[in-house]
């Protein structure tokens, strides 16, 4: 195959299994405080202390810098979601809101670090097989563009039903499909021979429940849904590298120059239409909600009413 060497059907009947659990732990979280406290602080300090150190050592295929900061600014976004979501000042506090654009731009920066560490790398390295090449930049270039995007902040809101989820109505559809395809081109250019999981997989179990399950909530899921793939993957490195599972990348310079360049189209058109958005509406996107007039925007605000403020006062203030 063109992405990968071989995708067995057992290796298929799993892709959908761990979609699946990364789906339905994700919505087992954001059911309550309680089960979000125990699976985002309880459940990691026992995998601190018991499991990862023995698991995700160096030489590992989890053992790099990465994916220590990875695991840990994972939780401590679904920790700072969680304060956000169950402290009612913290939801109404401007500078608090910031955080959630903080720690996603935070992550994707991490990222980005590593594509153009990876730019210089060939063979093996940390257990994972390099190809390094000039797709590593380009998509560098792309993830850049994409945390340069993020925007609306200020108008994020908490739902007020019993799940209590933390809501972004600017993060349209379009932001979140170029984040996917620079997100997947990360993980095909830098961990290869696991992004048939970490990339299509753990992008699947998020996309689905924000577009299907609880629109604007799409954040939320993103580091729920990292946070127990990471923690499951530094337990059991051998499920994505040599178990029965594993599915290699093909490492074809094509696939990876083609990936990237599809990522980096993504989005720079996006950073195009949100650039002229900005300049035509004469918009601040540090203080502004760039997409108030959209559908995608109003959907979301109509099924998230707030005390004290109507569907249209959005629309009415851009």
């Known amino acids: 195959m063109f992405l990968f060497e071989s995708i067995p059907w057992y290796s298929a009947v799993m892709f959908v299994v761990v979609t699946a659990?990364?789906?339905g732990l994700n919505e087992l979280a954001r059911r309550s405080k309680w089960s979000g406290l125990a699976l985002f602080v309880a459940l990691p300090l026992v995998l601190t202390v018991f499991v990862w150190p023995h698991t995700a050592g160096a030489g590992s295929s989890t053992g790099t810098w990465?994916?220590?900061v990875k695991v840990y600014s994972a939780l401590a976004g679904c920790l700072g979601f969680m304060a956000i979501r169950y402290i009612p000042r913290l939801a109404r506090n401007?500078?608090?809101l910031m955080f959630p654009a903080a720690i996603l731009g935070l992550n994707i920066l991490e990222a980005v670090i590593r594509d153009f560490e990876v730019f210089s790398l060939q063979g093996m390295h940390d257990g994972v097989f390099m190809v390094g090449g000039p797709w590593n930049i380009m998509n560098g270039v792309a993830g850049i563009l994409?945390?340069?995007?993020i925007c609306g902040w200020a108008g994020i809101i908490i739902s007020q039903d019993s799940t209590r989820d933390m809501v972004w109505p600017d993060m349209v559809w379009f932001w979140i499909i170029a984040y996917d395809l620079w997100n997947f081109a990360y993980v095909y250019n830098a961990v290869g021979d696991h992004s048939f999981y970490a990339g299509a997989a753990l992008l699947i179990s998020c996309t689905i429940p924000a577009f299907f399950l609880k629109r604007g909530a799409w954040l939320q899921h993103r580091a729920q849904t990292l946070a127990f793939w990471m923690m499951f993957t530094m337990a059991v490195p051998a499920f994505v590298s040599t178990?029965?599972?594993a599915v290699e990348s093909s490492h074809d310079p094509t696939a990876l120059f083609v990936v990237s360049a599809?990522?980096?189209?993504?989005?720079v058109a996006v950073a195009v239409y949100q650039v002229r958005r900005i300049v035509t509406r004469r918009l601040n996107p540090l203080r502004d909600e760039l997409w108030t007039d959209l559908p995608d925007y109003q959907k979301v605000v109509a099924a998230n009413p707030q005390p004290g403020r109507t569907p249209s006062d959005a629309v009415l203030a851009a």
């Open 262 to 267: 599809v990522s980096l189209v993504a989005n």
């Open 146 to 149: 994409n945390l340069l995007t």
């Open 94 to 96: 401007r500078w608090a």
């Open 243 to 245: 178990s029965p599972f």
């Open 21 to 23: 659990a990364l789906i």
């Open 66 to 68: 990465f994916h220590w």
